[in-house]
Nanobody, 122 residues
Framework: QVQLVESGGGLVQAGGSLRLSCAASGSIFSINAMGWYRQAPGKQRELVASIASGSNPNYADSVKGRFTISRDNAKNTVYLQMNSLKPEDTGVYSC????????????????WGQGTQVTVSS
């Protein structure tokens, strides 16, 4: 009932920038939090950044000062601006959200997007 669709991945040289977008759609009453995870080849998935209603954004130490997460609540969309990219930022970036689904009674859903590939060349 709730879908997340990411866009904006691609190939970029080290030092470059990319902006990822993740749009939520479906039977949404509200979205409490949204976040970005990444998984590099051979590594576990890790939290990159998250943003919750009424709270400051949270970042992995490895991306602090380079990445910025933001939300457009009217569009149910979360963005990840990635600057000064490094080869170690390469991976599949996926977004997730904590959604209050508009059903009776309300229920909580935690959908995931399909992921978008980010490749940073040295």
């Amino acid at each position: 009932q709730v879908q997340l669709v990411e866009s904006g991945g691609g190939l970029v040289q080290a030092g470059g920038s990319l902006r990822l977008s993740c749009a939520a759609s479906g039977s949404i009453f509200s979205i409490n939090a949204m976040g970005w995870y990444r998984q590099a080849p051979g590594k576990q998935r890790e939290l990159v950044a998250s943003i919750a209603s009424g709270s400051n954004p949270n970042y992995a130490d490895s991306v602090k000062g380079r990445f910025t997460i933001s939300r457009d609540n009217a569009k149910n969309t979360v963005y990840l601006q990635m600057n000064s990219l490094k080869p170690e930022d390469t991976g599949v970036y996926s977004c997730t959200a904590t959604v209050v689904v508009q059903t009776v009674p309300y229920r909580i859903a935690v959908p995931w997007g399909q992921g978008t590939q980010v490749t940073v060349s040295s």
